[in-house]
């Protein structure tokens, strides 16, 4: 039995081949590298939108602050809060998908390695088109579900919210195609033995997360044709002289953003759920129960969506109904919150950072997930809805539920990612000022909301009783910047220098701390058999890989044409499809701009260069 | 992403050398995937169109006649449902010719048989050029809709019924045009180098989105056509 | 552990935070809190919150407190052991499904109750209010008394006010947190949201739009007084009068023309029986009100302050004049002046007996309204109303005004006379 770590080599393994230029990165079609552009794409969105909340809480840190002013602030919340959501959450997610599942369930790539790099591509560029004109002071500034009317041309007439429909249409092609690819990965590419019930929790969460995107992203897709068409050709949907219902966008929104709260929650439950086992030496407590309350929580999340919107007059009926479905919800969360303490009762629990942002996130997840079943009373949720009490309960979920989740992700996965170890003091000092830092920051919010601060607000009267929460709000604010500081200190240099991991620095069970570290580019030298949920901690290691001699020469590893794998050719194509179809929709932006003939024919030679483009790639070989 | 998942689709895109754990090909599940979220996008565009009804302040309306208070001009009720029948009736019988389209690819290697009408149904051009062309017709039938709705004063900025009619049948219409496309694809490969029963993965998927597309024309035409 | 040590340190802070809350909540240092019992619907969510932070309270300290614990308890030591490789315990599992769906029972159920309760139609006694958002400020109508105002709300002590919440333009949120939750105004619909102060006296409190519905949503607040039974008949009968112009002490009394407009007033007021009412009705007595309510807003930098011995030299009669020949009478309306029939903006029949103005932004006095008039877009981000002073810079526009607008003097006088609307 494998209890502790494996010895570390004393240089990198490598198979030789491994190319550095930026062309190799602009065609690659290898998950590991297009996880490793999610991951950095999103840690500079995280920078992005980590400065854009500091110029918030510095605005609100009095006072009558004046900072910046009341369009410059709406612009900022609006970013803040759409930075964070759809470009670094659910990106840091998309780059553990990419790196982690085929890894964990033994395959040597996803299912359709070019329509992968397309997904990342097409995220980037969505990226773009929705972070870049608040350089230019035109970002949107509807807030992050830009309610109708105030998103249609009537009240929001610059181009403003148009960067904002465009950007999130372009990101929501991105996670749909990601989507498609990994639910087929999951259902057809495990290896021989890798039943779903033997599946590591990471890869079931995902694979939940995977049918809440293609269910919720159309329906968001549908809703934001229906404000395109408003702004760009002059429909009604709404249109309140139309006699349009606001409450139409309001339902559609949450449809999908309520799903959307488990798609960026449901990977960190994931990762902790790899991370919990590993640093207490015991398997998780009621695997099948962490699964199926997972699926429930993602099927629940389809029932619940109008606890948004108890305050629109929906009327006491719907407002019953959808108080008790959230209610329910709390029961498999809840479940999972002590099938993960009691994963390490009885433990040799070993406080690695990793493991530390694990435990941090049961205990701050409790408090976000305490504070929503308060919100779930819909009376209740009448003082609460709106103000900064909720701003609270979603950081709480967010920053210590996900993004916590995802921290442990980081520390645990790096090795793996770069084969070297993230330095652990740093880590521990990343980890105490963060921690402090993001309790300091949202906590006292729950106070000015049930104090009476609305949220949303670029600025508040003295007197109101709001100043000292303000004030701690925003020195925490210190504290995560710190924080975030160390760990990109931390980062750059580790990637550089980190001590060497070895294929299993943690002494974890599952597959991909079989293979050496970094991956090569084939994965899996050859395709394990499993017959255990912890096959290295149950299985012996001649089982699941070949010996050194077959699988390495001349003191490096077998190229992929030395084994005999076939590997899919690197290819310009997804990334040219990417920026065709980005520049075709934002053809739009010229009708807005009165310019009807550049905008058909910059839609229409962009539409052909995409169709030619997808052509080319329908019939050249995969590999 | 809908071009892009079937395009990877099609281009043998996939990683499959070896087995797939269930058994199927990558995609057909895709595929299936794509189906499901392709239901939430109608679904969404269908229930839009059924909130909005009889919320226009203004007409044409689809099943009544309304009088322009300003002018007193008068307009009929607008939704022509004997001509959508014949354009119904076509986009089914098109699914019919699809099936017969996929079973001829599948059996190109049995051996030829001897009745006139048992030899046009091995022919995976004819019914795949049948399955083209009633899907166009069905089109045209969409087109001559669309043009008479704007010559009797609705278009898609008119009300609220204008704008989620044409959007929805807009989108269905923009569906079938994908899938004439797609067919005139098997079809250009079929002329090339002929479709062999290898190919039947190619059509069967083909045939799955088409089905799809007649499966949704079916909702919408009982939904918003017959349901007053 | 070091992982311990902050575990009970934030257990620590957290119960300090809940300890101080519950201390803050009892004292007035909270304005504008949540927790009041002054209305029946304020209480009934007030006992939902108790168990809701009971409840909550008690399983947050129970997981954390099994956190803790679990991690000192189990921390790895040297050469420990490799642990019992346990997979489950169903009977445990099972017992963690049902406590929290029994706990939930006890929420769920007087949730529904209190959800019926407070949506329940409003008795047909009630006081009718319609409320009309507005980009950024407040309508308020009182239909059985044929009063229209705005941003400053009068309830009577005691008796029901059902709101009728419209809106003009974009959604917004009526919320009064010391009366209870709030209730969105929503484009193409009524909602409604009916309460009775019933456990207060007269009291001066905060509302504000709780919707994020553009540029200045964080100014469009409002103004809550409720106040004793007879005061709100005397508020209201004064209220749907004309303006009592040139009566009020505050008006400078110059001769010959505010005579002629108190005469009209004074027509108009005829019809009703009481000649002994006072000539302006009950306005809530600014002495009561307490320091928080009244803004603070600061000026804006780059607006030059119209100086107070200008001001002084403003003349109510000319200051009518100028206004009924200005842009002025396009948006409002003031009635008992027969130019001044604009619906767009708030209607300013009584503006001088309000105590703040710019809903809620700043306080009704010479020196802001008149810098209100001369340029508004500089003191209120994306306001509708448009610079007025002359040669003032338009922020939206981004130009000069010439034409048409008003010099120092001229806005002096409007301020005269609309602080005379009393």
């Not at chain 3, 139609?121 to 980009?135: F, M, N, R, Y």
Request: charged share 10%; hydrophobic share 50%.
């Amino acid at each position: 039995m494998t209890t502790m770590a494996a010895p570390a080599p004393a240089t990198l393994p490598t198979t030789g081949e491994y190319k550095t230029g930026i062309w190799s990165w602009l065609t690659t079609v290898d998950h590991k590298r297009i996880g490793i552009l999610y991951l950095v794409t999103a840690l500079f969105f995280f920078v992005w939108g980590g400065l854009e909340a500091a110029i918030i809480r510095a605005q609100l840190a009095g006072p009558n602050m004046g900072l910046v002013t009341a369009q410059q602030y709406n612009q900022l919340f609006t970013m803040h809060g759409t930075t964070m959501v759809f470009l670094v959450i659910m990106p840091l997610s998309s780059a553990f998908f990419n790196f982690l599942i085929p890894l964990q369930i033994g395959a040597r790539d996803v299912a359709f390695p070019r329509l992968n790099a397309f997904s990342y591509w097409v995220f980037l560029a969505g990226g773009i088109v929705v972070t870049l004109p608040i350089l230019f002071g035109m970002a949107p500034d509807g807030g992050w579900f830009g309610y109708a009317p105030l998103t249609t041309k009537a009240y929001s007439s610059g181009y403003n919210i148009d960067y904002w429909v465009l950007g999130l249409q372009i990101l929501g092609v991105a996670s749909l195609a990601a989507a498609f690819n990994f639910i087929t990965t999951i259902i057809n590419m495990r290896a021989p033995g890798m039943v779903l019930m033997r599946m590591p929790v990471f890869t079931w969460m995902s694979f939940v997360v995977q049918f809440l995107v293609i269910l919720a992203f159309p329906v968001i897709t549908a809703a934001l044709v229906f404000l395109l068409f408003d702004r760009f050709f002059g429909t009604n949907f709404y249109t309140v002289a139309a006699g349009a219902d606001p409450l139409l966008w309001q339902h559609l929104f949450w449809v999908f953003g309520h799903p959307e709260v488990y798609i960026l929650i449901l990977p960190a439950f994931g990762l902790v759920s790899e991370v919990l086992p590993t640093f207490s030496r015991k398997p998780l407590f009621g695997y099948p129960v962490i699964v199926y309350s997972g699926i429930l929580i993602g099927a629940l999340g389809f029932g619940v969506w109008a606890h948004h919107m108890f305050s629109v007059g929906m009327g006491p009926i719907a407002d019953s109904v959808f108080s008790v479905t959230t209610m329910l919800i709390a029961i498999p969360t809840g479940v999972k919150i002590l099938n993960w303490v009691s994963t390490m009762w009885g433990g040799q629990i070993r406080f690695t950072t990793s493991m530390m942002f694990a435990i941090a996130l049961v205990a701050m997840f409790t408090v976000g997930g305490i504070s929503g079943i308060m919100h779930s009373s819909a009376p209740a949720d009448l003082q609460q809805t709106d103000s900064y009490f909720v701003v609270a309960h979603f950081h709480y979920v967010l920053v210590g539920g996900a993004v916590l989740g995802i921290m442990a992700g980081v520390y645990y996965y790096f090795p793996k990612l770069t084969g070297r170890m993230l330095d652990e003091t740093l880590g521990k000092w990343h980890f105490w000022t963060f921690v402090i830092g993001t309790n300091l920051t949202f906590f006292p919010m729950h106070m000015s909301g049930l104090y009476g601060m609305p949220r949303r607000i670029y600025t508040y009267d003295a007197g109101q009783g709001w100043e000292m929460y303000n004030l701690l709000s925003s020195i925490g604010v210190i504290f995560q910047a710190i924080g975030m500081t160390i760990f990109f200190v931390n980062f750059i240099r580790s990637w550089k220098k980190g001590a060497i991991a070895g294929n299993n620095p943690w002494g974890a069970p599952t597959l991909e701390w079989a293979i050496p570290s970094p991956v090569p580019d084939y994965n899996f030298a050859h395709i394990p058999v499993v017959t255990s949920r912890y096959p290295l901690w149950d299985q012996k290691a001649g089982d699941l890989v070949k010996s050194e001699a077959e699988t390495t020469t001349g003191g490096r590893l077998k190229t992929a044409a030395e084994l005999g794998i076939p590997m899919p050719f690197p290819t310009i194509l997804p990334l040219v499809a990417a920026v065709f179809m980005t520049a075709m929709l934002c053809g739009l932006l010229f009708i807005h701009a009165g310019n009807l003939p550049l905008a058909l024919g910059i839609m229409i030679t962009c539409g052909l260069g995409l169709a030619f483009t997808l052509i080319k790639w329908l019939t050249s070989p995969l590999e | 992403m809908a071009t892009a998942a079937i395009a990877e689709s099609h281009s043998h895109g996939e990683v499959s050398h070896h087995r797939t754990s269930t058994g199927l090909n990558h995609r057909k599940v895709a595929v299936w995937a794509f189906i499901g979220s392709e239901c939430m996008l109608f679904v969404s565009l269908i229930s839009t169109y059924l909130i909005y009804k009889g919320r226009s302040v203004v007409g044409p309306y689809p099943h009544e006649n309304w009088t322009d208070p300003a002018t007193g001009k008068v307009f009929k009720e607008i939704l022509n449902i004997p001509v959508t029948s014949a354009s119904t009736f076509v986009l089914l019988m098109s699914s019919l010719a699809m099936v017969l389209a996929l079973a001829a690819v599948q059996n190109k290697d049995k051996p030829m048989p001897t009745g006139w009408w048992d030899r046009q149904l091995r022919s995976s051009k004819l019914w795949l050029w049948m399955t083209a062309l009633l899907g166009t017709t069905f089109l045209g039938f969409q087109a001559y809709e669309f043009t008479s709705f704007v010559h009797e004063g609705l278009t898609i900025r008119t009300n609220l019924f204008g704008s989620s009619f044409f959007t929805l049948t807009g989108f269905h219409g923009a569906h079938v045009t994908v899938g004439v496309l797609w067919l005139l694809a098997l079809l250009g490969i079929d002329y090339k180098r002929g479709l062999k029963p290898a190919d039947a993965l190619n059509v069967d998927i083909a045939a799955l989105y088409w089905h799809f597309v007649d499966v949704v024309w079916i909702a919408i035409f009982t939904l918003i056509y017959l349901i007053k | 552990m070091t992982g311990t040590s902050r575990l009970r340190r934030s257990l620590g802070a957290a119960t300090a935070a809940l300890a101080l809350a519950a201390l803050a909540a009892c004292g007035s240092d909270h304005p504008n809190s949540t927790f009041l019992h002054w209305t029946e619907f304020g209480r009934d969510i007030d006992f939902l919150w108790d168990r809701l932070l009971g409840w909550g309270t008690a399983v947050f300290v129970l997981v954390e407190a099994v956190l803790v614990y679990t991690i000192i308890r189990f921390r790895a030591k040297p050469d420990g052991p490799t642990p019992v490789q346990t997979h489950g315990n169903t009977t445990l599992e099972i017992t963690w499904t049902i406590v929290p769906a029994v706990i939930l029972v006890f929420i769920a159920v007087p949730t529904v109750r209190t959800v019926f309760k407070t949506q329940a139609k409003a008795p047909d006694s009630a006081l009718q209010v319609e409320v009309i958002g507005h980009q950024w400020w407040w309508e308020f109508k009182y239909p059985q008394y044929g009063i229209t105002t705005a941003n400053e709300l009068y309830l009577p002590v005691g008796r029901t006010v059902n709101f009728a919440l419209k809106t003009k333009d974009v959604l917004h949120s009526f919320w009064i947190p010391n009366l209870g939750g709030k209730r969105d105004l929503i484009s193409n619909r009524t909602n409604y949201l009916w309460f009775t102060p019933d456990s207060i006296g007269a009291a001066a409190m905060n509302g504000q739009c709780a919707e994020y519905c553009g540029d200045s949503h964080a100014n469009m607040k409002f103004k809550v007084f409720t106040v004793a039974p007879a005061d709100f008949e005397s508020w209201a009968a004064h209220q749907k009068r004309p303006a009592v112009f040139g009566v009020a002490p505050a008006a400078p009394a110059t001769p010959a023309v505010p005579v002629k407009s108190a005469a009209r007033g004074a027509v108009a007021a005829a019809p009703a029986p009481a000649d002994t009412a006072p000539p302006v009705g009950y306005a809530f007595p600014a002495d009561q009100i307490k320091p928080f309510w009244w803004p603070k807003t600061p000026l804006p930098a780059g607006l030059a302050e119209i100086p107070d011995a200008v001001l002084a030299q403003g003349d109510a009669a000319r200051g009518k004049d100028t206004y009924s020949r200005s842009a002025c009478i396009g948006c409002h309306t003031i009635t008992g002046n027969p130019m001044s029939m604009g619906v767009i903006g708030p209607n300013l029949t009584h503006f001088g007996s309000r105590h703040t103005l710019a809903a809620g932004l700043f306080p009704n006095d010479a020196k802001h309204l008149a810098m209100w008039i001369k340029n508004s877009r500089m003191m209120k981000p994306g306001v509708l109303m448009n610079t007025q002073g002359m040669n003032e810079m338009d922020p939206m526009m981004h130009q000069k005004v010439t034409t048409g607008g008003l010099t120092d003097a001229q806005v002096a006088d409007v301020v005269a006379y609309l602080r005379a609307l009393k």
